[in-house]
């Protein structure tokens, strides 16, 4: 994968940008699963599918994250938010409401 500043022509940028993707979305199929897997925990610890406080932690942690890779904070929380909405409902279908 060459860095964006060393494509030489918007073939060879797409090429990365559709490399990085498919690493993206490898990423978000093994966050489902650990989903499953705690939808699966969280009965025998009489958990919820929605703890605000951890929904505040991951929010935290993505905005942080951001703003030490140089990524805009505003749009990894829009981002997560987005990505915890659909776990919880995904967690809510195993374990009810």
């Known amino acids: 994968m060459r860095k964006p500043q060393d494509c030489a022509n ?27 897997r705690a939808a699966e925990l969280k009965p025998a610890e009489g958990l919820p599918a929605r703890i605000g406080p951890r929904v505040d932690q991951v929010v935290a942690n993505a905005r942080r994250n951001a703003e030490t890779l140089g990524l805009d904070a505003d749009l990894a929380e829009q981002l997560w938010r987005t990505m915890i909405e ?5 967690e809510e279908r195993v374990l009810g409401s």
């Open 10 to 36: 918007m073939t060879e940028l797409r090429e990365n940008i559709d490399a990085l993707d498919l690493q993206i979305a490898k990423l978000l199929a093994e966050r489902a699963a650990h989903i499953d």
């Open 86 to 90: 659909w776990s919880i409902a995904r």
